[in-house]
């Protein structure tokens, strides 16, 4: 059995991963995506600490939580996107930095 | 450009990596204060499923009221 | 208490379908029965609830949903009379657009989602009921589309508030791997006897940072201003009266039921994020000519307040810190609905142009002076008390210099609240101001009785501090 450490590593990556994706990116698109990486790190790790109780026995709560919070991530998704549709659609453009008409 | 594109690569795989690595480094208490994770709640969820479902379905109804609301057409009177 | 959740989640759906009917005000009139419906079951379960002690479960045979307690009845009876109010001031302001059925579905589903995230005794019921707050937040603040910012302000805020649940998602799953429980007592119980490791304050700070981008802390602030003066009135008024609350309920009743042995590590942190919060909600409201701009900066500064009176974790800085929260909602709700009228009826929000519009629109502009004067904390209304008691349980904890920073910090607020009465109240009108007219009477019904609130609380707050010292003792107890 793969150690803990090493599931909690990839997922604490991925989380790193995912932030530097929501500062640094520009297109609304890849801003949805960094979002998605996010969440799916905390799946991992609800995941991963499931099946690490004892060995061979998988505690069904956490199982039960990441399929709640599949549907919630997949919920925010579509209205993120549902935004940045609108946007395209009406004003031609994915990028954020051309958003920034608001501001002070 | 390309300059700024990889020194970005490289400072987020470091600062990935510095992390995974500290996290590695500590020791994770895992199930440390209970020895026996709770059964009921668990169990409940996965013989009735349709709670869990219908709460799901609420947040997905809220979703698709979301999705309706932006895309609406607004009529030009 | 059963019927109240029932009814809590069954009006969404049924406000949707109200709008197969031909006669629309049908739908607002329905949006509106169902948030009494909701209030008079709600005063039922506040008689309950203060006379047996904290409530929980439902009918259903397990513990992990819903734990009712004073502290989630109080926030609740706020929430709903803020919402009830919003409602019907949005039945008049919201009449030229269009999508209105889509409008009163969100708004229930909000109110109700944040009624869900008080109510919850388990952390993955907040999550739930959290994300259902934020879902239909984001498409309200991006309500009307068809400008540029709201759709601008929306996908900002939506992106950093789905980073804060993110974030808040892998601070619970850090929890669950260290106890196999998400059950706020349980949590309460494993967590408290335990040393504490590396791996908690980690948690620690990854819950600060989830509940802190809904609940206005200072780095993570940013989608405040932008988001708060796009939205349609009411939705602000409930953006800024509950839905930063809510983040600050979230964060009062995590950090003190779970991270109870780390006390000495997040106290002194928030005390550092309050005072900061205040600092910059202050000076940069002074910068703004935008009414609303302003006023979104005003929340920020006092939900520093609301974080100080919190983390000097003694009973009666959270009493002062509640009673805030109340007066907070009440008082912004009422800027923000009064600030809507002007928009409403003159169409537009800079302040250079709204000057001296009490000529023609003068019970709007006497009721948005009276919300100032509140909010500045003079007094004998309802901002001084709350803030008054903050300021005690602060020099009675001995934290000397930063009572003295707070002080400061209401000080320089009154300097733009006044600011604002003069401008609104004292100044000749401009060419715009002097096209305006009364705003009409359904709108001006809610402002009238939130100022009347005010008033009320204000030369009697007695019964109402009581309110919030029940709240705070069952936050406290856990």
Known sequence: ?104 | MKKKRIAGIVAIISIALTFSMLSVSQEFPIFSSTETPEIETPEFLWTYRLIDMIAQAFVMFAAAACCVTVLRVEKKE | ?478
């Open chain 3, 1 to 478: 208490m059963n019927a109240l959740l029932i009814f809590m989640i069954t009006t969404p759906v049924i406000g949707w379908l109200a709008h197969k009917r031909r006669y629309r005000k049908i739908r607002d009139l329905y949006a509106i029965s169902g948030l009494s419906v909701t209030a008079y079951f709600l005063f039922e379960l506040y008689v309950d609830v203060s006379a047996k002690g904290p409530l929980s479960s439902c009918y259903l045979p397990f513990e992990a949903c819903l734990q009712v307690d004073m502290f989630g009845v109080f926030m609740a009876i706020v929430y709903v009379m803020i919402g009830l109010l919003a409602a019907v001031y949005s039945v008049r302001y919201m009449e030229r657009d269009t999508g209105l059925a889509e409008y009163y579905t969100l708004l229930l589903g909000m109110i109700a989602g944040m009624m869900g995230v008080v109510f919850a005794g388990d952390f993955f019921t907040l999550f739930v009921f959290w994300e259902l707050m934020s879902l239909t937040s984001y498409a309200l603040v991006a309500f009307r589309k068809k400008r540029w910012a709201p759709i601008e302000a929306g996908f900002k805020y939506l992106i950093m508030s789905a980073a804060g649940g993110a974030t808040i998602l892998l601070a619970m799953s850090f929890l669950y791997g260290m106890t196999g429980t998400l059950n706020f007592a349980n949590l309460g119980a494993t967590l408290g006897s335990v040393v504490p490791n590396e791996w908690l304050y980690v948690t620690l700070t990854l819950v600060i940072v989830g509940f802190g981008v809904k609940a206005a802390i200072v780095p993570f602030h940013t989608w405040l201003p932008d988001a708060h003066p796009e939205a349609p009135a009411p939705i602000s008024a409930l953006l800024s009266g509950a839905l930063v609350q809510t983040g600050a309920y979230a964060l009062i009743r995590v950090l003190l039921v779970v991270f109870g042995s780390v006390q000495n590590a997040w106290q002194m942190t928030l005390m550092v994020f309050a005072i900061l919060t205040m600092f910059i909600g202050n000076l940069m409201a002074l910068l703004q000519d935008d009414i609303k701009r302003l006023l979104a900066f005003s929340t920020i500064a006092q939900m520093g307040y609301i974080l100080f009176g919190f983390s000097i974790a003694s009973p009666q800085g959270l009493t002062g810190s509640l009673f805030h929260i109340m007066n907070h909602a009440i008082i912004k709700g009422l800027l923000f609905l009064c600030a809507g009228a002007f928009v409403h009826q003159v169409g537009t929000r800079d302040l250079k142009k709204l000057e001296g519009i009490r000529r023609k629109m003068p019970l709007t502009s006497i009721l948005l002076a009276i919300g100032a004067i509140a909010i500045a904390a003079i007094p004998p209304l309802n901002g001084f008390w709350s803030e008054w008691l903050i300021v005690l349980a602060g020099v009675e904890a001995g934290m000397l210099l930063f009572s003295a920073l707070m002080i400061i910090n209401v000080l320089l607020s009154v300097a733009y609240y006044l600011r604002l009465i003069y401008v609104i109240v004292l100044k000749e009108p401009t060419p715009i101001s002097e096209k305006a007219t009364e705003a009409p009477r359904s709108m001006l019904i809610p402002i009238v009785v939130l100022a009347a609130l005010c008033i009320i609380i204000g030369l009697y707050p007695g019964p109402f501090i009581a309110l919030a010292e029940a709240a705070a003792k069952a936050a406290l107890s856990l």
């Open chain 1, 1 to 104: 059995m793969i150690p803990l450490s090493y599931y909690l590593a990839c997922s604490i990556a991925l989380y790193t991963i995912g932030m530097y994706c929501l500062a640094i990116k520009r297109n609304m698109i890849r801003l949805v995506l960094g979002i998605e990486i996010l969440i799916n790190a905390a799946h991992l790790n609800f995941i991963a600490f499931s099946a690490h109780l004892n060995q061979g026995y998988i505690d069904p709560l956490g199982s039960s939580i990441v399929i709640m919070s599949i549907v919630f991530a997949g919920c925010v998704t579509a209205v993120a996107l549902t935004i940045v549709t609108y946007a395209y659609k009406h004003y031609g453009t994915l990028d954020v930095r051309k958003l920034r008409r608001l501001k002070g």
